[in-house]
C-alpha cells in the first residue's frame, strides 16, 4: 500500500469492532458496502493493519501485530478474517492525565466527523468513562443549541440568535456564519462570523437563548478566519499563577488569548499567568484536571483552592 494513502482512524476503529463481532469472517465486497466505501479502500485499510505493530505490550515478535486470514484474502471472492488480535489481549489502563489526552484527542477528531461517525466515538468516550455506552451516545448532543449548531456547519448555512453576551445588558438578536466548534469542559463554543458586529465571534452555547435556523448559505472565509483561536476574555477578571501539565493544554489554551504555553520546566510543566472569570472557575478547572492544573499564586487565590476543596470533600462525605 502507498505511504501516501490517508488512513481514517475511525475508520478503523469500527472495522476492527467490526471484524471483532463476526469472528468467523466476512466477505470484503459487503464489508466495503456496509462501510460505504469502495472494496479497493477496504482492501487497503486491512493491508494497513496487517503492518500495524500494536505497541507498548508485554507481546513481542508477530504477537503483537494484527493477522488475517490470507488464503481467503487471496480467493476469488475475497473474504476478510481477523485471525489474530493483539489488542483483545492487552489491558488497557489509563492515569487521569493519559485519559484526558485520549478524550481531548477523541474530541478534536469528532468535530469534523459525521453524525454516524460521531456516534460511534461518543459510545467510545462513554467506555473510556465508565459510563453505559449506548446511554452516553444518546446524551451527547441532547441540548437542542447545540444539534442546530452542528446542523448549520453540516449545511453550511446562517443561524439567527438571540444571545446574552457575558456584561451586555439584555440579549440581542444575531445573525451568524458558523464556521466551527470547540468543546472545553462542559461548554460548547460556535466560532462566526456575526453580522451585527461584522466580525468573527464566539457564542458560548449556554448564553444562546433562542435560535432559528436560515436557509442562507453563509459567505466564503479564508482558513485564518475559520481557525481564529478561541479567547476568553472579560472585565475585572482575576489573574492567577498556573502550573500546567501538558495534558491540560487544550483546556487552559483558550484563557492564554491566542498565546503559547511557556517551555516545560524540569518537572514538565508549564508555568503562566491566566486570567479567569473568578475564583470559581479555576477551581473546577483545578479538580477537573486534578495534578496537571496547579495554581501557584497569588497566595489569596490558593486560600481560596483549600477552602473550596474542604467545602466539596464535606460535601461528598454529606452526600455519601
Known amino acids: 500500500m502507498a505511504q501516501s494513502t490517508r488512513i481514517d482512524p475511525v475508520l478503523i476503529m469500527s472495522v476492527l469492532t467490526f471484524l471483532r463481532r463476526h469472528e468467523h469472517g466476512y466477505d470484503l465486497a459487503d464489508m466495503a458496502s456496509?462501510?460505504?466505501?469502495?472494496?479497493?479502500?477496504?482492501?487497503e485499510v486491512i493491508e494497513f493493519l496487517w503492518v500495524l505493530e500494536f505497541p507498548d505490550t508485554v507481546l513481542s515478535g508477530s504477537e503483537n501485530m494484527f493477522d488475517f486470514d490470507a488464503e481467503g484474502l487471496e480467493a476469488e471472492e475475497p473474504w476478510v478474517k481477523l485471525t489474530h488480535d493483539p489488542a483483545a489481549r492487552v489491558a488497557r489502563r489509563f492515569d487521569p492525565q493519559e485519559l484526558a489526552t485520549v478524550l481531548i484527542g477523541l474530541d478534536?477528531?469528532?468535530?469534523?466527523?459525521?453524525?454516524?461517525?460521531?456516534?460511534?466515538i461518543d459510545?467510545?468516550?462513554?467506555?473510556?468513562?465508565?459510563?453505559?455506552?449506548?446511554?452516553?451516545?444518546?446524551?451527547?448532543?441532547?441540548?437542542?443549541v447545540i444539534t442546530a449548531m452542528r446542523r448549520a456547519l453540516d449545511r453550511g448555512t446562517q443561524l439567527e440568535l438571540d444571545y446574552f453576551a457575558e456584561h451586555a445588558d439584555a440579549p440581542e438578536r444575531r445573525v451568524v456564519d458558523p464556521l466551527r466548534l470547540e468543546v472545553h469542559g462542559a461548554?460548547?463554543?460556535?466560532?462566526?462570523?456575526?453580522?451585527?458586529?461584522?466580525?468573527?465571534?464566539?457564542?458560548?452555547?449556554?448564553?444562546?437563548?433562542?435560535f432559528k435556523e436560515r436557509d442562507e448559505p453563509i459567505g466564503t472565509y479564508s482558513e485564518t478566519e475559520r481557525n481564529?483561536?478561541?479567547?476568553?476574555?472579560?472585565?475585572?477578571?482575576?489573574?492567577?499563577?498556573?502550573?500546567?501539565?501538558?495534558?491540560?493544554?487544550?483546556?487552559?489554551?483558550?484563557?492564554?488569548?491566542?498565546?503559547?504555553?511557556p517551555?516545560?520546566?524540569?518537572?514538565?510543566f508549564?508555568?503562566?499567568?491566566?486570567?479567569f472569570r473568578s475564583y470559581h472557575v479555576a477551581a473546577k478547572l483545578a479538580a477537573?484536571?486534578?495534578?496537571?492544573?496547579i495554581v501557584e499564586g497569588p497566595p489569596e487565590a490558593r486560600a481560596f483552592m483549600a477552602s473550596w476543596a474542604q467545602a466539596a470533600l464535606a460535601n461528598e462525605r454529606t452526600e455519601s
Open 263 to 268: 517551555p516545560l520546566d524540569a518537572d514538565g
Open 288 to 293: 477537573e484536571h486534578a495534578g496537571a492544573v
Open 228 to 261: 481564529h483561536p478561541l479567547q476568553v476574555r472579560g472585565k475585572s477578571m482575576p489573574e492567577l499563577e498556573l502550573a500546567i501539565a501538558p495534558s491540560a493544554f487544550s483546556t487552559l489554551r483558550p484563557y492564554l488569548n491566542g498565546k503559547k504555553f
Open 34 to 43: 456496509y462501510f460505504g466505501v469502495s472494496s479497493e479502500r477496504m482492501l
Open 187 to 210: 461548554m460548547v463554543y460556535l466560532s462566526a462570523y456575526c453580522h451585527l458586529r461584522q466580525g468573527m465571534r464566539w457564542f458560548r452555547h449556554d448564553r444562546i437563548l433562542s
Open 123 to 144: 459510545r467510545l468516550s462513554a467506555k473510556l468513562l465508565g459510563r453505559d455506552p449506548e446511554t452516553g451516545a444518546k446524551n451527547r448532543d441532547e441540548n437542542p
Open 108 to 120: 478534536a477528531i469528532r468535530e469534523h466527523r459525521s453524525e454516524s461517525e460521531r456516534e460511534i
Open 270 to 275: 508549564s508555568r503562566c499567568r491566566v486570567f
